[in-house]
């Protein structure tokens, strides 16, 4: 009998008594944990746990009672829910903007009595890659007042040999690339057209090498500094008041 652990009876001489049944259950626990997915290639040596992050558990157990549960993982980034009843649940977390899962998000499963069950979470936190383009006024390959930063130019972004995003620089010669997954990326800039001026040339100072910055984006990745520096050299006597009258670009 459901719920029964005892029996009263009177024996009486001859008269058999019960059947006398006992049922039981062994309540589960659902525990796991969640990491941070530092190359977003599933769990691997070196990907950490997360603290205070939410997880949560919903169904309905054995009994027909709902459940909606909620915890936090621990200061190990693990967490546990205790004591369910068998029946059917979702345990699942919440995606805040800037992460991907790199597992599910949610699994379900029918709990029975005595199996524990075990559910991982994982996630990559999206990258950001900017920089500036600027007019290297004296020639040193860093960004230094009084120079400024040139609008407009293209910055191009490269993943698997393939331009996968484009951009153009701001007013203050800004760009940023947000939201990037794990991957080897490199940027470049598409330096500007002489064409229309053959007594204009256009040489880059920074970054240094063959002129890409090559990053690779793991989970958190935060790049501010990829700038490009660039010298202007006119040739045949040009001026100063020349360059500043037709590129519109100031040596201040």
Same mark, same amino acid.
């Given at each position: 009998?459901? #719920?029964?652990?005892?029996?009263?009876?009177?024996?009486?001489?001859?008269?058999?008594?019960?059947?006398?049944?006992?049922?039981?259950?062994?309540?589960?626990? +659902?525990? !796991?944990?969640?990491?941070?997915?530092?190359? #977003?290639?599933?769990?691997?040596?070196?990907?950490?746990?997360?603290?205070?992050?939410?997880?949560?558990?919903?169904?309905?157990?054995?009994?027909?009672?709902?459940?909606? =549960?909620?915890?936090?993982? !621990?200061?190990?980034?693990?967490?546990?829910?205790?004591?369910?009843?068998?029946?059917?649940?979702?345990?699942?977390?919440?995606?805040?903007?800037?992460?991907?899962?790199?597992?599910?998000?949610?699994?379900?499963?029918?709990? @029975?009595?005595?199996?524990?069950?075990?559910?991982?979470?994982?996630?990559?936190? =999206?990258?950001? &890659?900017?920089?500036?383009?600027?007019?290297?006024?004296? $020639?040193?390959?860093?960004?230094?007042?009084?120079? +400024? #930063?040139?609008? !407009? &130019?293209? &910055?191009? =972004?490269?993943?698997?040999?393939? @331009? +996968?995003?484009?951009?153009?620089?701001?007013?203050?010669?800004?760009?940023?690339?947000?939201? =990037?997954?794990?991957?080897?990326?490199?940027?470049?800039?598409?330096?500007?057209?002489?064409?229309?001026?053959?007594?204009? +040339?256009?040489?880059?100072?920074?970054?240094?090498?063959?002129?890409?910055?090559?990053?690779?984006?793991?989970? #958190?990745?935060? @790049?501010?500094?990829?700038?490009?520096?660039?010298?202007?050299?006119?040739? !045949?006597?040009?001026?100063?008041?020349?360059?500043?009258? $037709?590129?519109? &670009?100031?040596?201040?």
């Amino acid at each position: 009998s459901d #719920g029964v652990t005892s029996y009263d009876f009177t024996a009486e001489s001859g008269v058999d008594k019960g059947p006398f049944d006992f049922l039981n259950l062994q309540p589960i626990s +659902v525990s !796991g944990c969640k990491y941070n997915d530092y190359n #977003g290639d599933g769990l691997s040596a070196g990907d950490a746990t997360i603290a205070g992050w939410p997880i949560y558990l919903e169904g309905t157990d054995g009994q027909g009672d709902d459940l909606a =549960l909620s915890t936090e993982t !621990g200061d190990d980034g693990c967490y546990a829910f205790e004591d369910l009843w068998p029946g059917s649940y979702t345990v699942f977390e919440d995606t805040p903007d800037g992460w991907i899962n790199t597992t599910a998000s949610s699994f379900d499963f029918d709990a @029975v009595s005595g199996e524990d069950q075990t559910f991982d979470f994982l996630n990559f936190e =999206l990258g950001t &890659i900017c920089g500036m383009k600027y007019l290297d006024l004296d $020639h040193s390959g860093a960004f230094n007042a009084p120079e +400024v #930063g040139i609008e !407009g &130019i293209t &910055i191009q =972004l490269w993943l698997d040999g393939e @331009v +996968v995003a484009e951009t153009t620089t701001d007013g203050g010669g800004s760009f940023c690339f947000t939201d =990037l997954g794990p991957g080897d990326y490199r940027v470049g800039e598409v330096m500007p057209d002489s064409e229309d001026n053959p007594y204009m +040339v256009w040489a880059q100072t920074e970054p240094g090498g063959d002129g890409f910055y090559d990053i690779t984006v793991t989970s #958190g990745t935060d @790049v501010e500094d990829a700038d490009f520096g660039n010298v202007c050299e006119y040739t !045949g006597g040009l001026t100063w008041g020349y360059w500043q009258t $037709h590129t519109g &670009i100031s040596e201040k």
